[in-house]
């Protein structure tokens, strides 16, 4: 048997092609998304505008530390204070619900 999409040969019990992943069978499992990381600003968990925190978020390390090292860089080599203004305003604001699709949520679940 034969993937579909993709025309890589298949072992009679593969539920999914190895090559590009797709489905050979109709009730094949779902298969799990992976989320995917983005380097933001944060809109909660933020000091100035939210750089070391999306740093920090985006490492999975504390945000205390983050801070700490480029407070370091900035005073040490002079760098730092213009590589925090980059970027700010290079990296984008993470996306929050607006506020009436939040109360909505809110007396939902309340």
Do not use: H, N
């Amino acid at each position: 048997m034969y993937c579909t999409q993709c025309g890589f040969k298949l072992d009679d019990g593969d539920v999914f092609c190895a090559k590009c992943g797709k489905a050979t069978r109709a009730d094949a499992p779902p298969r799990a998304q992976s989320e995917r990381r983005r380097l933001v600003r944060p809109v909660e968990d933020r000091k100035i505008a939210g750089v070391c925190a999306g740093f920090a978020r985006y490492l999975d390390v504390d945000p205390v530390l983050v801070r700490v090292l480029w407070l370091v860089l900035a005073l040490t080599a002079g760098v730092g204070f213009i590589a925090y203004i980059v970027a700010w305003i290079v990296m984008p604001k993470e996306e929050s619900l607006p506020p009436a699709a939040f109360t909505e949520r809110a007396s939902t679940e309340g």
